[in-house]
């Protein structure tokens, strides 16, 4: 995995989507926004995250934009 400033990420285990501020060695720093909007920021070993461009999710949401969208036009 090659992890940048910018990439983003979530832990192994789950949780936000975050943001590479920096790679050093095995650590990398990050940041992410928790629920109640405030800015986290912490640092993990390299092979306690993966890349995750949160593009699943995304995803996700659109269709359900897109089938509701089809449900009230067709009403």
Same mark, same amino acid.
């Given at each position: 995995m090659a992890?940048?400033?910018?990439s983003t990420?979530?832990?192994n285990?789950?949780?936000?989507?975050?943001? @590479?501020r920096e790679v050093e060695?095995?650590?990398v720093r990050c940041d992410w926004f928790d629920k109640e909007g405030?800015? %986290?920021k912490a640092e993990f070993l390299t092979n306690? @995250?993966?890349?995750?461009?949160g593009g699943d999710k995304i995803a996700e949401i659109l269709e359900r934009i897109k089938a509701? %969208?089809?449900r009230?036009?067709?009403s």
């Open positions: 992890l940048a400033g910018g990420v979530r832990l285990s789950g949780g936000p989507l975050m943001t @590479v060695g095995d650590t405030r800015l %986290r306690q @995250v993966n890349e995750d461009s509701e %969208r089809q009230r036009d067709s």
